[in-house]
T-cell receptor, first 112, second 110 residues
Framework: DAGVIQSPRHEVTEMGQEVTLRCKPI?????LFWYRQTMMRGLELLIY????????DSGMPEDRFSAKMPNASFSTLKIQPSEPRDSAVYFC??????????FGPGTRLTVL | QQQVKQSPQSLIVQKGGIPIINCAYE??????FPWYQQFPGKGPALLIA?????SEKKEGRFTISFNKSAKQFSLHIMDSQPGDSATYFC?????????FGSGTKLNVKP
């Protein structure tokens, strides 16, 4: 199994631009989680899906952030418009049991 | 409000030493306590986990000690190796959500 796949691995963009991060979960997993990691705040859960349905988005920082899961093998996290304070590493994780999460390699986002 | 408090922030030990990382929590509803290991440029990887009805769990050189009454748990790495140098995160789980500690950067010197 290839594990959780995230793209791009690195993204550099300018303030105000739209950013889309992508995730392919492990086949057969029905939970998908999006996390953000920064030095200041550590690992934070942004949103999670169960069977493609968003269950808890209380960690999404503002309306500029949105996430979708159109099918069991694909999810996106979109930031529009992006701001420098959004610079972080964004992780996607998937699981069959919600407590056994497997993390992807992350996307390092830099907003100039 | 930080749900899980982790210490120390960083730790340096010599090869063969036994680093100990501690975590404390408040919410007694947590029912699963994993430790994750993260190498630079990689995502966190599950290392070992424990449930609150068990006081200790060992997997290879890694041991979790759990004190339910004190609401504390710790990770011990026996016979540490330079390859164990990484950042370690504790976490607590309930209702499909993890709450992570702030991380401990471990450096094992040869």
């Amino acid at each position: 199994d290839a594990g959780v796949i995230q793209s791009p691995r690195h993204e550099v963009t300018e303030m105000g631009q739209e950013v889309t991060l992508r995730c392919k979960p492990i086949s057969g997993h029905d939970y998908l989680f999006w996390y953000r990691q920064t030095m200041m705040r550590g690992l934070e859960l942004l949103i999670y899906f169960n069977n493609n349905v968003p269950i808890d988005d209380s960690g999404m920082p503002e309306d500029r952030f949105s996430a979708k899961m159109p099918n069991a093998s694909f999810s996106t996290l979109k930031i529009q418009p992006s701001e420098p304070r959004d610079s972080a590493v964004y992780f996607c994780a998937s699981s069959f049991f919600a407590y056994e999460q497997f993390f992807g390699p992350g996307t390092r986002l830099t907003v100039l | 409000q930080q749900q899980v408090k982790q210490s120390p922030q960083s730790l340096i030990v010599q090869k063969g030493g036994i680093p100990i990382i501690n975590c404390a929590y408040e919410n007694t509803a947590f029912d699963y306590f994993p430790w994750y290991q993260q190498f630079p440029g990689k995502g966190p990887a599950l290392l070992i986990a424990i449930r609150p009805d068990v006081s200790e769990k060992k997997e290879g050189r890694f041991t979790i000690s759990f004190n339910k009454s004190a609401k504390q748990f710790s990770l011990h790495i026996m016979d540490s190796q330079p390859g164990d140098s990484a950042t370690y995160f504790c976490a607590a789980y309930n209702f499909n959500k993890f709450y992570f500690g702030s991380g401990t950067k471990l450096n094992v010197k040869p």
